[in-house]
């Protein structure tokens, strides 16, 4: 069914929009913010950082936004400028108008965010769903893309096992305080979320959520990739099922660099952000000086 994003009520808007403003203080280095208008919405948009680099643009997970990139934010934007968006369709600042009727509707928004930011080609980064996100966008804007980095992209390249989402569906049920504890536990063991990241992520299910869901790609879907690809899984994540997708990107993608960290699970960014944000930053710096020229 095709519908637009929105929050329960006026309540739930005013509550999440609270946390928001409380989980800006994480950013950690200057910003300047925007709301962009594209034909599905207007998109809230934080930049930061500067640099002979091309931007690298972030997509956030469900129940996320842009602002929960804070504790990478640095490290990333060493010599590039970041852009990190709401994803429209999901619960932030970003204003949902129209539906996005299908995956292609991705591209065309993200084309329209970089238009009215006066960007060209970027790298682009995305987590869990963002992940997903990421590579409608490097399917179906691959103009636009000068790379993409997926974290923790389940659903993407291989299913989702089903007992991971029978379990996360019975959280969904009744997201009780100690089932939020149960559930992060379970999915990012060894992460800390802060007060003000906890108040946004249970502020977020006010929000009526229109961002799609991850299918796995088609064996001549993936074949068709045509920006370089990096993959960054947890070792002992519960939902990504990491060495069946490094096999798969190997037969079918086999010019996609995939790196599992030992130890990690879904949580890999939180678990270990330096090592995650320095694997990314040294992969979209050697495909800096091939897209510079379309830049």
């Known amino acids: 069914m095709v519908r637009i994003g929105r929050f329960r009520s006026d309540a739930a808007r005013d509550t999440y929009l609270r946390a928001y403003a409380a989980m800006e203080g994480l950013w950690p280095v200057p910003s300047m913010t925007a709301d962009v208008p594209t034909a599905y919405g207007t998109t809230h948009v934080r930049r930061s950082g500067s640099g002979d680099g091309l931007p690298l643009v972030l997509l956030h997970g469900y129940g996320g936004n842009g602002l929960y ?6 490290a990333l934007a060493g010599d590039r400028a970041l852009v990190a968006l709401d994803t429209v369709g999901a619960a932030g600042r970003s204003v949902q108008r129209a539906p996005l009727r299908g995956d292609a509707d991705y591209g065309a928004w993200f084309a329209q965010v970089l238009d009215g930011l006066g ?17 409608l966008v490097a399917l179906h804007a691959p103009d636009r893309v000068a790379s993409v980095s997926l974290i923790e992209p389940n659903g993407v390249v291989t299913r989702t096992p089903f007992r991971a989402l029978v ?17 992060s536990e379970w999915l990012a063991p060894g992460t800390h ?29 993936l074949a068709s990739l045509a920006p370089p690809l990096l993959a960054l899984y947890g070792e002992r994540s519960v939902v990504s099922e990491p060495y069946a997708a490094r096999r798969r990107l190997a037969e079918r993608l086999p010019s996609a660099e995939v790196e599992i960290f030992p130890g990690a699970g879904h949580g890999v960014r939180g678990q270990v952000p330096d090592r995650v944000a320095a694997r990314v930053s040294r992969f979209v710096a050697r495909h800096d000086t091939s897209a510079r020229v379309d830049r």
């Not at 969904?172 to 089932?179: I, K, L, R, S, Y």
């Not at 929000?207 to 088609?218: D, F, I, N, Q, V």
């Open 69 to 74: 990139w804070h504790d990478v934010v640095e």
């Open 119 to 135: 960007l060209g080609r970027v790298h682009v980064l995305g987590e869990s769903l963002g992940a997903w996100h990421a590579t």
């Open 167 to 183: 379990r996360m569906l019975r959280f969904g049920v009744n997201p009780t305080d100690e089932g939020w504890r149960r559930m």
């Open 193 to 221: 979320p802060t007060d003000a990241e906890r108040a946004c992520m249970k502020a977020a299910q006010g929000y009526r959520t229109a961002a799609g869901w991850a299918r796995p790609l088609k064996d001549a879907e």
